[in-house]
């Protein structure tokens, strides 16, 4: 069984540059959703995917943006970087088929902002 | 507003010393509970979920349990490798995750 898998794990970008993060899902899996992780706080949730429509959003702009595609892989694109944004990006897979709720995470990509 | 609050923000033992981290919550509609591990730069790993006030669950040296305003992980006897940053989670009516910030528990040796 494959685990959820992101890329890159490390990057660093400038103010107002676009960035795309990427998230293979864990085998059998059909719903990917991102968080984002500040330093010391817990993760906040930006979006979730579910056949390749968005289907639940949190409190952030719409410089940020995703992509689910067929193989039910994803995308997190922020465009117009600020340093705010620097953080840990988390990608998180589960499965419509199962009530439990459980979500299984990826190792994040680490965002810097300068 | 939905809110998931953890405490205390950091918690030192000494190996063997054992102690509770508490997650209050206030979260409409909950439909569970969660635990979260979370080692420094990794991912979150899934510990436990609770679905109703009164269920406890087991693992190794963790024990999670859950009234209706809070849940606490009791951790037993613990060892160095218990290190981590532990996360809590309320599962709110439309299926969401909100979180709380989460207790650093330090083992020392």
């Known amino acids: 069984e494959t685990g959820v898998t992101q890329s890159p794990t490390h990057l660093i970008k400038t103010r107002g540059q676009q960035v795309t993060l990427r998230c293979s899902s864990q085998s059998g899996h059909n719903t990917v959703s991102w968080y984002q992780q500040a330093l010391g706080q817990g993760p906040q949730f930006i979006f979730q995917y579910y056949r390749e429509e968005e289907n639940g959003r949190g409190n952030f702009p719409p410089r940020f943006s995703g992509l689910q595609f067929p193989n039910y892989s994803s995308e997190l694109n922020v465009n117009a970087l600020e340093l705010d944004d620097s953080a840990l990006y988390l990608c998180?897979?589960?499965?419509?088929?199962?009530?439990?709720?459980?979500?299984?995470f990826g190792e994040g990509s680490r965002l810097t902002v300068l | 507003e939905d809110q998931v609050t953890q405490s205390p923000e950091a918690l030192r033992l000494q190996e063997g010393e054992s102690s509770s981290l508490n997650c209050s919550y206030t979260v409409s509609g909950l439909r569970g509970l969660f635990w979260y591990r979370q080692d420094p730069g990794k991912g979150p790993e899934f510990l436990f979920t609770l679905y109703s006030a009164g269920e406890e669950k087991e693992k190794e040296r963790l024990k999670a349990t859950l009234t209706k305003k809070e849940s606490f992980l009791h951790i037993t006897a613990p060892k160095p490798e218990d290190s981590a940053t532990y996360l809590c989670a309320g599962w709110d009516s439309n299926y969401q995750l909100i979180w709380g910030a989460g207790t650093k528990l330090i083992i020392k040796p």
């Open positions: 998180a897979s589960s499965s419509s088929r199962s009530n439990t709720g459980e979500l299984f």
